[in-house]
């Protein structure tokens, strides 16, 4: 049996100093409404590698809903601090962070921001500018969460 494959890319603070709780439930309930309206649907979810902030909370949501966990960020996400997440796929573009952006968005059919800085800001730009040129519905959520840093 064949199954489709939809791939969410997630973005939003890769630091710690954010309203994590407000975030979790936030894609909590986002993970919910995929799970329940793509049932025999392979789903990735699709975010910066690293093992901190919203990348974090995705994967650990992505497991617990047994999506597929894709991290996709450029080299320099082997060298920072928190380390990597234990994703299923790796997908490494370019040396510094942001050299990924636009692959990325090619990579993705949704995107989902929760907060997130001025990476996160550009690749929803990105993202904007793709559905436009591809006069698709939007696939696009969006969500603020309070910086505490």
Not at 32 to 39: E, F, R, S
Not at 99 to 126: A, C, K, N, W
């Amino acid at each position: 049996m064949e199954y489709d494959v939809i791939k969410f890319g997630v973005v939003g603070f890769s630091k710690n100093a954010f309203d994590k709780k407000n975030a979790y439930q936030i894609l909590d309930k986002i993970f919910t409404g995929i799970a329940t309206k793509y049932p025999n649907t392979i789903i990735e979810i699709v975010s910066g590698y690293t093992n901190s902030g919203v990348p974090k909370i995705a994967y650990e949501l992505a497991d617990k809903y047994g999506f597929v966990t894709v991290g996709f960020s450029a080299e320099q996400a082997l060298e920072v601090s928190s380390g990597v997440y234990p994703v299923s796929k790796v997908i490494l573009k370019g040396e510094r962070f942001g050299d990924e952006s636009e692959d990325f968005i090619r990579y993705i059919d949704h995107l989902i921001r929760v907060g997130g800085g001025p990476q996160s800001l550009m690749e929803t730009e990105m993202f904007k500018q793709k559905q436009e040129q591809q006069e698709a519905e939007s696939s696009l959520i969006e969500h603020e969460v309070e910086w505490l840093g």
